[in-house]
C-alpha cells in the first residue's frame, strides 16, 4: 500500500475486523491526502453465520470509522443481500 499512495490516488488495501495489518497505510493516505479503498471487507464472503447481520455491520462500520477510507468493495449474490447491505449502511451514517 505504502508504494502505491506514493505513485497513485488511492490504494486498494485488504481489511475487515480480524485483518488489520495495513493500518498504518490508513495514517499515510491521511498524510498524503489519498484515498484507500477496502477489498476483502466481508472475509472474502466467508462471514461466520453465527450473527451475520452483526458481523455485516462490524466489515462496513470499522474501516469506514478511518477517514482516509474513499470506499468499499462490496458484492453480493442476492436482491436481498444487497437490499440488507444498502439498510445497514443507511443505519450506520444515520444512526
Do not use: R, W
Not at 31 to 49: A, C, P, Q, R, V
Not at 65 to 93: A, C, M, R, W, Y
Amino acid at each position: 500500500g505504502t508504494i502505491c499512495l506514493k505513485n497513485s490516488d488511492v490504494a486498494m488495501i485488504p481489511f475487515n475486523p480480524e485483518y488489520q495489518e495495513h493500518l498504518p497505510t490508513f495514517e499515510l493516505a491521511k498524510k498524503l491526502d489519498k484515498g484507500i479503498t477496502i477489498k476483502k471487507g466481508f472475509y472474502s464472503g466467508f462471514l461466520n453465520e453465527e450473527n451475520k447481520t452483526e458481523s455485516i455491520k462490524d466489515c462496513l462500520q470499522t474501516p469506514l470509522k478511518h477517514s482516509s477510507v474513499s470506499s468499499l468493495v462490496v458484492g453480493t449474490i442476492t436482491p436481498d443481500n444487497f437490499t440488507q447491505n444498502i439498510s445497514l449502511l443507511n443505519e450506520i451514517n444515520h444512526g
